[in-house]
């Protein structure tokens, strides 16, 4: 007779080297391709590797003892030097693909302008990426990780079973989300109870934008930031957590969107020497059309948001994992 075998308690130690081994592999996969500036997905996936990979170190922060190459701070600027390469990709994509196909010929041909303006920034950031990934921080970032993964060194709390801390780790993250004064853009208070202002003109948003988009950019910075961090813990919850990740990545796409269409304007404003209006029209029109039905799909989520019960709702589920032991 067969005797059944014990299924395995995780501990937050055994989440904590998965999820690091996880993305630091995803990181290394995609490095070669991205040195050879092969392909924009490559860079793409290693930017988002690492992002995720500075989640997993620092979010697992009270349960391992890693060497000082491998900090929030060194893996953030690498990131970052990724990420600046990777935001000139996007914005020449979205030029080309889903604005110059839409505007008259003179238009077009003044984007030839532009197109050789980004290629040249281009350059410049391509070879700051390739020097990155040569200098000694991220040799060390490497070695160090390489290392660790093969003898991992841990602090007390890891030896926890993950069920126990698991909603103390993610719920500071929820809240900070939930409490950041991007949901307050647009709104004013009625008797103590915050009122969305609705069926504004395309001018009001944009006049919005101008004074509180930076705002709404670092909201969505937090909705990335907890999305990372609760696709960590997937397999231990059930339906309503995934439909909130869900939500969470919707709010950080919509305002993305939104960001993006800015951030595209202020660069051809750079690029033309003066407001995108006089030399574009109509590329500025659709620009404002954009950021128009961006705002208009991320109202419904900013409402739903700033209810007392989807927030209760939110807590709630993340204070309740599966129970019983995970395989």
Not at 124 to 132: E, H, M, N, R
Not at 152 to 170: G, K, M
Not at 183 to 200: A, H, M, P, R, Y
Request: proline residues 4%.
């Amino acid at each position: 007779m067969k005797l059944a075998t014990q299924p395995t308690v995780k501990t937050l130690g055994d989440y904590a080297y998965q999820a690091i081994q996880k993305h630091f592999k995803k990181t290394l996969k995609w490095e070669k391709s991205v040195k050879k500036d092969e392909d924009p997905e490559a860079l793409h996936q290693m930017r988002v590797g690492m992002r995720r990979l500075r989640t997993a170190v620092t979010r697992f922060g009270l349960a391992v003892d890693v060497s000082k190459p491998v900090s929030d701070k060194n893996i953030g600027k690498i990131a970052r030097r990724l990420g600046s390469l990777r935001d000139l990709d996007v914005l020449k994509e979205s030029l080309e693909n889903n604005y110059k196909p839409n505007l008259p010929r003179k238009e077009q041909e003044s984007l030839q302008t532009a197109f050789t303006a980004l290629a040249k920034q281009r350059e410049d950031v391509l070879s700051s990426v390739q020097k990155t990934l040569k200098n000694e921080s991220y040799k060390s970032l490497k070695d160090s990780l390489d290392k660790w993964l093969e003898k991992p060194n841990y602090q007390p709390f890891a030896s926890f079973t993950i069920q126990q801390v698991l909603p103390d780790l993610l719920l500071p993250e929820v809240s900070n989300f939930l409490l950041h004064p991007g949901w307050l853009v647009g709104t004013q208070f009625v008797d103590s109870e915050v009122k969305i202002q609705k069926n504004w003109e395309p001018e009001k948003i944009e006049q919005q934008l101008i004074t509180e988009g930076k705002i709404l950019h670092s909201l969505r910075k937090e909705a990335k930031r907890v999305r990372y961090q609760m696709e960590l813990f997937t397999d231990l919850y059930g339906e309503s957590y995934a439909a909130y990740i869900t939500e969470v990545k919707t709010i950080q796409e919509i305002l993305g969107t939104m960001q993006d269409s800015v951030v595209l304007a202020e660069c051809l404003a750079d690029i033309f020497k003066s407001e995108i209006q006089t030399q574009l029209p109509t590329l500025a029109n659709l620009l404002t059309e954009n950021r128009y039905q961006s705002w208009r799909q991320w109202q419904p989520l900013q409402e739903r948001y700033l209810k007392t019960e989807t927030k209760h709702s939110f807590h709630l589920t993340i204070l309740h994992p599966l129970s019983g032991v995970i395989n």
